[in-house]
């Protein structure tokens, strides 16, 4: 029962008390499952990357660019890729984890729709960092997010570039569920969405008992690979809980995609550049994606990469793909 996260501390008079360190049962209790506790006001987890000096109050950054990861996914996925390549000297970036992932918010009572991931991007960066003018890049389910924030900022967006996003006209009479979430073994990220979509109960539980007993696994894996420090994309996978992964994907992935028409045709009216890109090897967003966008707006870019997969597109050729941004942000002056 301990194991499975239903202990609880009980005074004498048997009267239930919740524990001081840990502040949600689904929780393991770490500094990392337990960081966004701190944070009062609900901001996301915002990683910055400025090279202004903060005691210069003239000189303002050229350009700034909001990046937004994919599901199951966190800042990481920018910040170890692509910050290292971009010129600090013209562009202010910033990674944000969705809410719900990383070390941001995973608040009980939300459903985690395509309106509370924008609101909280709008709150937690446009707001405070008094952002007037911006550029966003976003991966997969993150897409169809920036989507939504770029055409609700439709006059101060700059330019929209998506990769593999999970695109399907809302003409189709075809669920959404059925062709982004098929029932399909592999490869394992596919599997993983198909669970979580078909199979509420077991996707939950498998995702409760990953999550919560992290450290466990973490632990297992430096013994066996001898390494001190776990890497990156295998710390994603469990920084989520299995409501906001849940919600996340039916809400999103699957609910939030009958807008994404409305949204291209608020920026292609008001002139944003959109950029695709998609490797033609990705096995988790159908490559269809791409052309029928296309062929609904063909006013977007489209550049499929030939050898890249969901992932490589970005991970696997990062100085190309920053040389690619910067010439898309160039082209918006």
């Known amino acids: 029962m301990g194991f499975l996260g239903f202990a609880r501390k009980f005074k004498l008079s048997g009267r239930m008390v919740k524990s001081e360190k840990t502040h949600r049962w689904s929780d393991c209790g770490c500094l990392t499952c337990n960081s966004w506790t701190k944070?009062?006001?609900?901001?996301?987890?915002?990683?910055?990357?400025?090279?202004?000096?903060?005691e210069d109050s003239v000189q303002q950054p050229l350009e700034n660019v909001i990046f937004i990861h994919g599901f199951m996914g966190s800042s990481y996925f920018w910040t170890e890729t692509v910050f290292?390549?971009?010129?600090?000297?013209?562009?202010?970036?910033?990674?944000?984890?969705?809410?719900?992932?990383?070390?941001?918010?995973?608040?009980?009572d939300s459903l985690y729709t395509l309106r509370d991931h924008v609101e909280a991007i709008e709150r937690s960066v446009i707001k405070p960092y008094q952002v007037h003018s911006f550029h966003v890049v976003a991966h997969s389910m993150g897409?169809?997010?920036?989507?939504a924030l770029a055409a609700k900022h439709s006059t101060?967006?700059?330019?929209?570039?998506?990769?593999?996003?999970?695109?399907?006209?809302?003409?189709?009479?075809?669920?959404?569920?059925?062709?982004?979430?098929?029932?399909?073994?592999?490869?394992?990220?596919a599997f993983g969405t198909a669970v979580m979509s078909w199979y509420e109960h077991?996707?939950?539980?498998?995702?409760?008992?990953?999550?919560?007993?992290?450290?466990?696994?973490?632990?297992?894996?430096?013994?066996?690979?001898g390494k001190r420090e776990i890497p990156w994309k295998i710390k994603d996978i469990t920084r989520h809980t299995h409501h906001s992964a849940w919600h996340s994907m039916h809400n999103v992935i699957c609910g939030a995609s009958k807008f994404a028409d409305k949204?291209?045709?608020?920026?292609?009216?008001?002139?944003?550049?959109?950029?695709?890109?998609?490797?033609?090897?990705?096995?988790?967003?159908?490559?269809?994606?791409?052309?029928d966008m296309k062929r609904s707006f063909p006013a977007v870019e489209v550049e499929i990469v030939v050898g890249a997969d969901h992932e490589s597109v970005i991970g696997g050729r990062r100085e190309e793909f920053v040389e690619k941004l910067e010439s898309i942000w160039g082209s918006c002056r």
């Open 263 to 291: 949204h291209l045709e608020t920026l292609v009216n008001s002139s944003v550049k959109i950029h695709l890109m998609q490797g033609d090897r990705d096995e988790i967003v159908p490559l269809h994606c791409s052309g």
């Open 156 to 189: 101060i967006v700059k330019s929209v570039t998506l990769v593999a996003p999970p695109y399907f006209p809302s003409s189709l009479e075809e669920s959404v569920l059925t062709r982004i979430a098929g029932k399909r073994l592999w490869p394992p990220l």
């Open 84 to 108: 290292e390549h971009v010129d600090e000297e013209r562009y202010r970036l910033f990674a944000v984890d969705l809410l719900g992932f990383g070390e941001s918010p995973k608040p009980r």
């Open 143 to 147: 897409c169809l997010i920036a989507l």
């Open 202 to 225: 077991v996707g939950r539980c498998v995702c409760f008992i990953v999550c919560k007993h992290h450290k466990i696994w973490e632990s297992l894996i430096k013994l066996c690979t």
């Open 39 to 54: 944070n009062e006001d609900g901001n996301l987890h915002v990683v910055v990357k400025d090279s202004t000096p903060q």
